[in-house]
């Protein structure tokens, strides 16, 4: 049966073909015509026979005030309209001194203009306009005592009036004086309040206010003939004659208060020619006209499944920046498990909205200019890994600092430095990743849809067939691709690179690359390109921004140039082809990232995860023995991590590279007998690396002598 839509599509219905799985489909006004008797006819409300028509039609008005439509906004406007209050508060209250001194002063001129409003009265003035007017006629007509007596009872009409009301204000005064000063005190400070207010109100004046007049210091007092100026400004409005000619846009809703903010939703006019992109990408310059800095203003397009359409923006325009206030603790550090199937906690937008990115089948790359916290956004994907003992890890730090150092708890494999044998090491950690992804593979294949219904991991597969998932975490990936001088080696590590985190996801394996130079030198497009989700802290420019989000993201707003060297730990987040927000990262310190590495190879011997490297990791097992180790021996452990045997020379260089302070006058012979102290007895003195033998030293002697028991 086929239904007919009412709304139509360019001139034509819509029909609806299938009822159990709907699909609609533009098809001819003439063979819907001709399929019209299949179904009944609905009457529609508003034809021209309906007498009704008028008042059955409800008008598409919102019922409540844009401030009120959701609870949301009713808060924000709510704490602002608190905000402003305060601020009035603080503003007046400290003026209280002022407006004590101006109150008395205004009470004053009250009570000389009452005064003088009332001698007219008190001194019978009226009466006074007949005496004199009789006395003039006395003088005329002297002999008149007819007008002589008269003269003589209007004097003593005014002098008695004059009398009474003399005498009955000074009684009221008097019997007020006496009132006020046998009162209680309270009383007595509501009477003077109740004299003083009127006398003051009649004090006033023009220029005689008794409250200054306090303006809020507001950054952005957002309207919409604002949001039209800055838009006709930026070229997106045709300019008209006057403020009132030309074309304006149409606000869905708002400005309304937002938090601190001001947001807006507008469509463009139509016949500008003018999309919301064109908005997207005008935002600097919108910025300017607002008389913001651009980090301030967030915009994004607001797309069908929200009710927008192509002309159809949401913008968000911040009293300050509000990217610079203190990080937020990451929940992660107080969790003691999490699940990797569910969005990592990962900061806060502008509005202070929670953003969690979920990383189950996705690959992420991580950019930006050093020591703006790039790495310690990075571990926060790593931290989660660490709560949930289905997780094997496996870490590349080609910088080999202190960042990543304890990960060796926990990490199945681990590879710290750039040095040749780490890069044979993470060439053989690519191997192994590669093999483990072709086995996995193979196993899903051959699994009932029951248990893989689509050909993916599963929580069931993940514990029932020992497949956890795989987080490859790579650091300082540039150094990697720098160290290595054959072309067609490091042609092999980027193509391996690029298979897992293009195959890996579907197996469980999530990529976390990260590096300084985004360039196409040093990350090639061919892996960058390929990435899911991308973060990026500040860049130089916009090009170096699309070199982490992706080509053209930077004209859609996603532009992390706009970050500044105070956006510390704040990076701009790419999730999808047009899903973007910049984010202040939560705040993980590496002491509380060391301790969740602890806690995570509990957790994982536990549950018969700890695997690779961490598990025959002999030096952790004696420190959680309470074992102590010379510091000699860890060192040497160290340098020695990815070697089995190393020259004498050569391990000595890499330790005074470590610790300068503590190894820079040791030679050969005072590395032999401070190791000698430390209990390693040599098997040989002699070791013969690449065909040459020389003196140094065996890694198994050197994990022989830390006090381990077993």
């Avoid at 990408?281 to 203003?297: F, N, S, Y």
């Avoid at 802290?537 to 004209?555: C, E, R």
Wanted: aromatic share 6%; glycine share 8%.
């Amino acid at each position: 049966m086929t239904d007919i839509l009412e709304r139509p599509v360019n001139g034509h219905p819509i029909v609806k073909v299938n009822l159990l799985k709907p699909q609609y489909t533009v098809v001819p006004e003439q063979a819907v015509t001709e399929s019209v008797t299949e179904v009944p006819a609905v009457e529609a409300v508003d034809r021209e026979d309906n007498p009704l028509a008028d008042w059955l039609t409800v008008p598409d008005v919102p019922v409540l005030p844009a401030w009120a439509r959701t609870p949301a906004l009713l808060k924000a406007n709510t704490v602002a309209l608190g905000r402003l209050c305060w601020w009035h508060t603080r503003f007046h209250g400290i003026r209280v001194p002022k407006y004590a001194v101006k109150t008395v002063w205004l009470a004053s001129r009250g009570l000389y203009r009452a005064t003088t409003g009332l001698w007219p009265t008190l001194s019978a003035q009226d009466h006074s306009a007949t005496v004199k007017a009789l006395k003039a006629q006395v003088k005329v007509k002297p002999e008149d005592v007819e007008l002589a007596a008269r003269l003589q009872a209007a004097h003593a009409a005014r002098t008695t009036t004059r009398r009474w009301r003399f005498g009955a204000a000074a009684v009221g005064v008097a019997a007020a004086a006496v009132g006020v000063y046998l009162a209680p005190p309270l009383l007595q400070t509501g009477i003077a309040g109740a004299v003083i207010s009127p006398l003051a109100y009649l004090g006033r004046g023009e220029h005689a206010q008794l409250l200054d007049q306090g303006a809020p210091p507001l950054k952005v007092d957002m309207s919409a003939q604002q949001l039209n100026d800055a838009l006709r400004a930026s070229g997106l409005l045709k300019s008209g004659r006057g403020d009132d000619d030309g074309p304006k846009v149409t606000c869905i809703m708002g400005p309304v208060r937002d938090g601190r903010g001001w947001a807006v939703v507008f469509d463009l006019p139509k016949g500008g020619g003018k999309t919301a992109a064109d908005v997207l990408a005008k935002r600097t310059t919108i910025a300017a006209e607002l008389g913001v800095d651009e980090i301030q203003v967030v915009m994004s397009r607001v797309r069908a499944a929200q009710g927008g359409n192509a002309s159809r923006v949401s913008m968000w325009v911040a009293d300050d920046d509000p990217y610079l206030a203190d990080p937020v603790p990451s929940p992660l550090a107080k969790m003691e498990r999490f699940s990797i199937w569910d969005p990592i906690p990962f900061g806060h937008d502008a509005r202070g909205n929670r953003i969690a990115v979920p990383v189950v089948w996705q690959s992420m790359f991580f950019g930006g200019l050093p020591r703006r916290g790039k790495t310690f956004t990075q571990r926060l994907m790593t931290a989660a890994g660490l709560l949930d003992p289905f997780v094997r890890h496996y870490v590349a730090d080609f910088k080999g600092g202190q960042d990543w150092m304890q990960m060796r708890q926990v990490a199945h494999r681990l590879v710290l430095g750039a040095e040749d044998d780490a890069i044979e090491a993470f060439k053989a950690l690519l191997d192994e990743l590669l093999t483990e992804m072709e086995r996995r593979f193979a196993i899903l294949r051959e699994l009932p849809t029951s248990i893989c219904p689509e050909g993916k991991l599963t929580p069931e597969i993940v514990t029932r067939y020992n497949m956890p998932f795989i987080f490859f975490t790579v650091d300082e990936l540039q150094e990697c691709f720098i160290a290595m001088s054959d072309e067609k080696e490091r042609k092999q590590v980027i193509d391996d690179m690029a298979r897992i985190a293009r195959r890996g996801p579907a197996a469980g394996f999530v990529s976390n690359y990260a590096s300084q130079r985004p360039d196409a030198e040093s990350v090639p497009t061919k892996l960058r390109e390929i990435i899911t989700i991308r973060a990026c802290t500040q860049v130089t420019d916009q090009t170096s921004s699309d070199m982490v989000l992706g080509k053209g993201k930077a004209s859609m707003g996603a532009d992390a140039s706009v970050l500044s060297e105070d956006h510390k730990g704040v990076v701009v987040l790419v999730t999808g082809p047009a899903s973007f927000a910049t984010v202040k990262n939560d705040l993980l310190t590496t002491a509380e990232f060391n301790q969740l590495c602890a806690k995570g190879r509990a957790m994982r011997k536990e549950a018969g995860q700890l695997t690779g490297d961490a598990a025959g990791d002999v030096m952790t097992e004696a420190a959680e023995q309470g074992q102590r180790i010379p510091a000699v021996l860890s060192d040497v452990m160290e340098a020695m991590r990815h070697a089995p045997r190393m020259f004498s020379r050569d391990l000595l260089q890499r330790l005074v590279v470590m610790d300068e302070d503590t190894y820079g006058d040791w030679d050969e012979t005072q590395l032999a007998k401070e190791l000698e102290l430390a209990g390693v007895k040599r098997t040989s003195k002699q070791v013969k690396i690449d065909g040459t033998n020389g003196a140094g030293y065996q890694r198994r002697d050197i994990e022989g002598a830390i006090p381990f028991t077993g």
